[in-house]
T-cell receptor
Framework: QKEVEQDPGPLSVPEGAIVSLNCTYS??????FMWYRQYSRKGPELLMY????GNKEDGRFTAQVDKSSKYISLFIRDSQPSDSATYLC???????????FGTGTKLQVIP | GAVVSQHPSWVICKSGTSVKIECRSL??????MFWYRQFPKQSLMLMAT?????????EQGVEKDKFLINHASLTLSTLTVTSAHPEDSSFYIC????????????FGEGSRLTVL
């Protein structure tokens, strides 16, 4: 079992829809959770960063972490064609330990 | 946010030659950097952890003699692909933590290597 599981998609939604991206993880030591957006042929861009359980909102993006169920979510409101990218969830236990990534979900927002 | 810069962003080389990729943290010091490899339509594969002033830690299956990593300063790590072959063609990406005990890991723009 991978430490971070993510549905690879692809996920296709119409413009304006609410997008829900999800990951599960198995390592109870993970304390930090991130979402990255990666456009084709570019390095990943840090979108959201959350410590422990809870919600974090930034504009149209909301990240949720439920440590009791080991579930990570990213919601995108009013999705735009420019949101079309691959979204990677990631988790990490702290210190300078390596980050564990999900496989990424490819999202396409159709105009 | 913090900036991590990679150079070159794109390189083509002949089989048998060596290629060096630089990774710089532009506005912060990075004692630890990570090098990833990414194949088309696949996720990131961690190759090695680069530690300033000490030897890199390689992941299982990564040839340390082929992928030489040097982290000579707090703002620069280099990856040298030695005696490159076509199968080494890939997208190489570096990353660095903004600070200790933070999950804010920032990535460079990536370097696309094509070996002819």
């Amino acid at each position: 079992q991978k430490e971070v599981e993510q549905d690879p998609g692809p996920l296709s939604v119409p413009e304006g829809a609410i997008v829900s991206l999800n990951c599960t993880y198995s390592n109870s030591a993970f304390q930090y959770f991130m979402w990255y957006r990666q456009y084709s042929r570019k390095g990943p861009e840090l979108l959201m960063y959350t410590y422990s359980s809870g919600n974090k909102e930034d504009g149209r993006f909301t990240a949720q972490v439920d440590k009791s169920s080991k579930y990570i979510s990213l919601f995108i409101r009013d999705s735009q064609p420019s949101d079309s990218a691959t979204y990677l969830c990631a988790a990490y236990s702290g210190g300078y330990q390596k980050v564990t990534f999900g496989t990424g979900t490819k999202l396409q927002v159709i105009p | 946010g913090a900036v991590v810069s990679q150079h070159p962003s794109w390189v083509i080389c002949k089989s048998g030659t060596s290629v060096k990729i630089e990774c710089r943290s532009l506005d912060f010091q990075a004692t630890t950097m990570f090098w990833y490899r990414q194949f088309p339509k696949q996720s990131l594969m961690l190759m090695a952890t680069s530690n300033e002033g000490s030897k890199a830690t390689y992941e299982q299956g990564v040839e340390k003699d082929k992928f030489l990593i040097n982290h000579a300063s707090l703002t620069l790590s280099t990856l040298t692909v030695t005696s490159a072959h076509p199968e080494d063609s890939s997208f190489y990406i570096c990353s660095a933590y903004l600070g200790q005990d933070t999950g804010e890991l920032f990535f460079g723009e990536g370097s696309r290597l094509t070996v002819l």
